[in-house]
């Protein structure tokens, strides 16, 4: 059971727009920055989003972040079947004094 | 740019410990930021087990704690994870990263970039 909590999964055609969230509470996301992380399959997480809504070098602009009080989001738009991964939300957790994940969504581009 | 590679053994047996290390190239650790080790196991998500800054100073998952031990050899620019008493369940693809961590409570973190990962299995 993770603490922040995503749906399993989600899906969209290509060229369509689709939003991933990440819900927790007042411990995490609500007063600590959000990073979400792609991981294709096979190979290691990489970064999409920190601060809750920068994007890294080299990132794309179709991909964005949001957070609002304790939840975050994850959109990204012009869906590209490169896009199938997984996607996991993280924060810091002030109570448990730990790095906390999202249970991992996986994107299907049909 | 700044590259991270994982090394250990694949297979421990239970109750022993499991020894990996991270080498960094292209960084100097002791330049800055925090160093962590992340896990998942086979088909699930991943899970943080500590951080470690280059002065020695760490933060370990509460659930693991007491079977965690990471370390920082800046001689040799590496990061070590020692996991004692395994079971399967320790079973994982086990990561380092680069760990950006700010103020005293990490209300700003984020791991970048990642190692390709090593997987661990733990079976007699």
């Known amino acids: 059971q993770s603490v922040l909590t995503q749906p399993p999964s989600v899906s969209a055609a290509p060229g369509q727009k689709v939003t991933i969230s990440c819900s927790g509470s007042n411990s995490n996301i609500g007063n600590n920055y959000v990073s979400w992380y792609q991981q294709l399959p096979g190979t290691a997480p990489k970064l999409l989003i920190y601060d809750n809504n920068k994007r890294p070098s080299g990132i794309p602009d179709r991909f964005s972040g949001s957070k609002s009080g304790t939840s975050a989001t994850l959109g990204i738009t012009g869906l590209q079947t490169g896009d199938e991964a997984d996607y996991y939300c993280?924060?810091?957790?002030?109570?448990?004094?730990?790095?906390?994940f999202g249970g991992g969504t996986k994107l299907t581009v049909l | 740019q700044v590259q991270l590679q994982e090394s250990g053994p694949g297979l421990v047996k239970p109750s022993e410990t499991l020894s990996l290390t991270c080498a960094v190239s292209?960084?100097?650790?002791?330049?800055?930021?925090?160093w962590g080790w992340i896990r998942q196991p086979p088909g699930k998500g991943l899970e943080w087990i500590g951080s470690?800054?280059?002065?020695?100073?760490?933060y370990y998952n509460p659930s693991l704690k007491s079977r965690v031990t990471i370390s920082v050899d800046t001689s040799k620019n590496q990061l070590s994870l020692k996991l004692s008493s395994v079971t399967a369940a320790d079973t994982a693809v086990y990561y380092c990263a680069r760990h950006y961590c700010s103020g005293g409570s990490c209300f700003q973190n984020w791991f970048d970039p990642w190692g390709q990962g090593t997987l661990v299995t733990v079976s007699s």
């Open positions: 993280g924060t810091w957790d002030s109570s448990l004094s730990a790095v906390v």
């Open positions: 470690i800054y280059h002065s020695g100073s760490t």
């Open positions: 292209g960084y100097s650790i002791s330049s800055g930021y925090y």
